[in-house]
Structures are given as C-alpha cells and as structure tokens.
C-alpha cells in the first residue's frame, strides 16, 4: 500500500523560509507526478505545486509563484516543497499526493503538515 508521509512544518515568522518533505513508500516515484495542495481553515484544498516525474514540468499556483520551489529526488522518493518569504496567508495544512502521469486525478495522499505564519 502506497504512504505519503509529509514532515517539516511549524511555527515561523512572515519572511522566513521553510522547507516541507514528502516520503513516499510503496509506489515508484518516478512514475508518479507529485503535488503539494494546502488548506487554510474555511477555504478550499488548492493546488499550489506540482512536478513531473522527470522533473521538466514544475506548475505554481499565483499565489505562491516566484516564492516556492517544488523539487524532487527519485532515488530518495522523496518531494519537496522549498518555501521563502513566507506570509500569513499562507497559514494552512499542507499536503503532498502522488497521480499517474496518465492521469489527472491524485490518488495518494498525505496526511498533512501544519504550517503557520505569523505576523
């Protein structure tokens, strides 16, 4: 059974960087498409980064455009989410998933890393 196991979140202050990681077992990365989503209380799950296998083809939401940086090291199975000059607004529970590359639904899921930015 596949596991997607975030870590590395926490309390910081607006401006400072952090950087999430995302363990996966029990599926070969490399055939997997990754993305970090996050939810803030009362709004939605985004999407705010996603990677291909590959690593050729990296998506970022606007909101976090030119902030984060999504990387990937297959032979560790690991995904990773490089987060800089980070703001209040981006206070939520971050999640990493795992898709097929055939497919654009994510199947695999994290169980969620808090991050919290304060003022």
């Known amino acids: 059974q596949a596991q997607l196991v975030e870590s590395g979140g926490g309390l910081v202050q607006a401006g400072d960087s952090l950087t999430l990681s995302c363990a996966a077992s029990?599926?070969?990365?490399?055939?997997?498409?990754m993305g970090w989503f996050r939810q803030a209380p009362g709004k939605e799950r985004e999407l705010i980064a996603s990677?291909?296998?590959?690593?050729?083809?990296?998506y970022y939401a606007d909101s976090v455009e030119g902030r984060f940086y999504i990387s990937r090291d297959n032979a560790k199975n690991t995904v990773y989410l490089q987060m800089n000059s980070l703001k209040p607004e981006d206070t939520a529970v971050y999640y990493c998933?795992?898709?097929?590359?055939?497919?654009?639904?994510?199947?695999?899921w994290g169980q969620g890393t808090q991050v919290t930015v304060s003022s």
């Open positions: 998933a795992a898709r097929k590359t055939v497919s654009r639904q994510y199947v695999y």
């Open positions: 029990g599926l070969t990365s490399s055939n997997y498409a």
């Open positions: 990677i291909l296998p590959n690593s050729g083809n990296r």
